[in-house]
């Protein structure tokens, strides 16, 4: 089975702070994705990368940055978090070829971060 | 831009009782269709997905969906709810063309009564 693991279920900081928010996956997938998740909003697209070093923004990448250095993980970083960035992070990867949906395709979730921002 | 509308933002439903939530898309293409289902605390996982040839799709879990392209819909549909189907259901759509991206809708938060 496809794991997609996240770092912590539960984060709390403070504003100013630099927060990382951390993403494994173990099925050797190109893509991965980064949204968050409000009530009455679903989920929306933050970040994503369909390869090692390669970024594309998503929806709403304000505030928002993100690494790729090995294949299997993908970081979050908000640089200085602010109370509006509270919220719950979701992670996710699918498989894919140079980012391009295919019939394949699926993206696997992991369990999400629960951040709040004080 | 693709767009995903699901209009009921809350259902509920007696347990045994049969169940259908909407979906409508805009997308000027053949869409990718998915549904997703979300328990309390979890991450999403797929019941089911639709990108080309029969438009009547099964899924796990009972579920099952039909795309009609002249309603641009993708309702999901189960013939008798359990009490383990309480949760939120997203409904996405996918391009086949660009990047491998989902739009999401805002969800429908499905209550089973007793």
């Known amino acids: 089975d496809v794991k997609v693991t996240q770092s912590s279920r539960y984060l709390v900081k403070r504003t100013g702070e630099k927060v990382f928010l951390e993403c494994v996956q173990d099925m050797d997938h190109e893509n991965m994705f980064w949204y968050r998740q409000d009530p009455g909003l679903g989920l929306r697209l933050i970040y994503f990368?369909?390869?090692?070093?390669?970024?594309e923004k998503g929806d709403i990448p304000e505030g928002y940055s993100v690494s790729r250095e090995k294949k299997e993980r993908f970081s979050l970083i908000l640089e200085s978090a602010s109370t509006n960035q509270t919220s719950m992070y979701l992670c996710?990867?699918?498989?894919?070829?140079?980012?391009?949906?295919?019939?394949?395709?699926?993206?696997?979730f992991g369990p999400g971060t629960r951040l709040t921002v004080l | 831009a693709q767009s995903v509308t699901q209009p009921d933002i809350h259902i509920t439903v007696s347990e045994g009782a049969s169940l259908e939530l909407r979906c409508n898309y805009s997308y000027g293409a053949t869409p990718y269709l998915f549904w997703y289902v979300q328990s309390p605390g979890q991450g999403l996982q797929l019941l089911l997905k639709?990108?080309?040839?029969?438009?009547l799709v099964q899924g796990i879990k009972g579920f099952e969906a039909e795309f009609k392209r002249s309603q641009s819909s993708f309702n999901l549909r189960k013939p008798s709810v359990h009490w383990s189907d309480a949760a939120e259901y997203f409904c996405?759509?996918?391009?086949?063309?660009?990047?491998?991206?989902?739009?999401f809708g805002k969800g429908t938060m499905l209550l089973v009564s007793p």
């Open positions: 990368s369909y390869d090692v070093k390669m970024k």
């Open positions: 996405a759509v996918g391009s086949a063309s660009g990047y491998s991206t989902l739009t």
């Open positions: 996710a990867s699918s498989p894919g070829l140079a980012g391009a949906l295919t019939s394949t395709d699926t993206q696997y």
């Open positions: 639709y990108f080309s040839g029969d438009t």
